[in-house]
Every structure is written in C-alpha cells, then in structure tokens.
C-alpha cells in the first residue's frame, strides 16, 4: 500500500540514486592513484524528478503515475570537468570528498521524506507520534 504513495516511491529512489552516487565516488577514490583512470560521475537526482514530472492530463491524479525508477539505476559517465594529471589520471580527492557529501545529504533527505511521511500518516490515523 505504502509503496503507492508518489512521495515514498520517490524518497526510495532519491535513497537507491544517494546510494549508487556514492558507489561510484568510492570507485573514484579507491582509482585515484591508477595511471589513466577517469573519474565519473552519475546523473543528478533531479533531472530524473523532472523526466517523471512532464505534465500530461491523462486523469485528476495524473502526478500519482510519476515514474523514478531510472533513478535507482542512474547513468554513470565519465566527467569531462575532471583536469587529468601526469598519469592521466582525473580523479580530485577534493571533489570527490564534496560528491560524497552531498550524496550523504540526499540520503539524510530522503531518510526525512520517509519520517515525515510516517509521522502524517500516523497523525491522520489518530495515532500522532
């Protein structure tokens, strides 16, 4: 029943996107001494939000058929923002430690998304915290 709401599936997918976004920063940095490596990155979380959100007048409730699970497995590619090395290797510790930090913060929001959404629906059953 939960898995219906439009708000849990997408704090679920926004956790599994956090979770594969962090993936790849540790892949990063476990590279960051391999010679020719390239650092990558995924797709933001947002884009994603705003693929399921098109606008389209199929019923009343039309938000409740948004789509996120491309999110959950994102794409990865290779971050040509990245200035290379002597090795050839494009792997910044610095930015990856911002990557991940701002993975670690997507999923702290999608963690609240769930609580808060816990808590209204135990208010609205008469239950509150």
Known sequence: MLEELTLIRMASSMARHAGARHRVVAENIANAD?????????????????EAFTARATRAGHAGGASFG??????????????????????ALEAEMVKSVAAQGQHRLAMTIYRKTHDL???????GR
């Not at 959950?72 to 200035?83: H, L, M």
């Not at 629906?121 to 239950?127: K, P, V």
């Open 34 to 50: 391999t010679p020719g490596y390239r650092a990558r990155d995924v797709r933001g979380f947002s884009e994603y939000v705003n």
């Open 70 to 91: 491309r999110a959950d497995r994102p794409e990865i590619f290779v971050d040509g923002s990245a200035r290379e090395t002597g090795n050839g290797n494009s792997v």
């Open 121 to 127: 629906m135990r208010l609205g059953l008469g239950r």
